[in-house]
Structures are given as structure tokens and as C-alpha cells.
């Protein structure tokens, strides 16, 4: 019993004490809020930045800057070919026609 009475005194004696002082001031909190604050709006604005980058790149280097054909008068037609014609293809010759004699073998 003795040891329950002395716990009892040493939690009346520290309950008697004033708090410890605390460490947080107004000031600094409100500061720190400020600063959380900035963070997130950088960060949102660098995402956001980040989300366009990704989505006009490559529709940027897709673009090659040309204007694309250029439409013709009307009455007008194309410019001729100036490749030369190409050469007809030689002609094919079937297996009867070739010069060399096919073995034929013997039907069972």
C-alpha cells in the first residue's frame, strides 16, 4: 500500500506544477501556413505546366510547317510527268516453253 500512496503524491505534486510553456507562436504558425500555401500553388501551377508540355509537344513536332499542296486554279490541270516511261516488263514464259526438258515420272 505503501507504494500506491507515494505514486499518488508524486502525480499531486506534478499536477500542482504550472505547464511548460509551449513553443508554438501565432506568428509562426500563420507563417508556416503562408508557406504551405505557396508550395501548393507552385505546385499546381508546374503540373499544370507539365499537362500542357505533354500534350502540345507532340502535337508540335508532328507539324512540319508546310503549308500542304497548293490547290490549282480552276481550268487548270496538273503538270505532266517528266520521268521518262518506264520499259514494259520482259515477258514470262510457262514451264511448257522452257528450254530445258522437265523428267517426268513414272505414274504408279
Partial sequence: ???????????EDLRAQPAPPHSLQ?????????????????ALIAAGGAAILAIAAPVALSVDGSPGPVPLPPGKSPPASTSPSPEPPAPLTTPSESTTPQPSLPIS
Fill in 26 to 42: 501565432p506568428g509562426a504558425l500563420i507563417a508556416a501556413g503562408r508557406r504551405a500555401g505557396v508550395r501548393r500553388r507552385v
Fill in 1 to 11: 500500500m505503501n507504494e500506491g500512496l507515494e505514486l499518488r503524491a508524486v502525480f
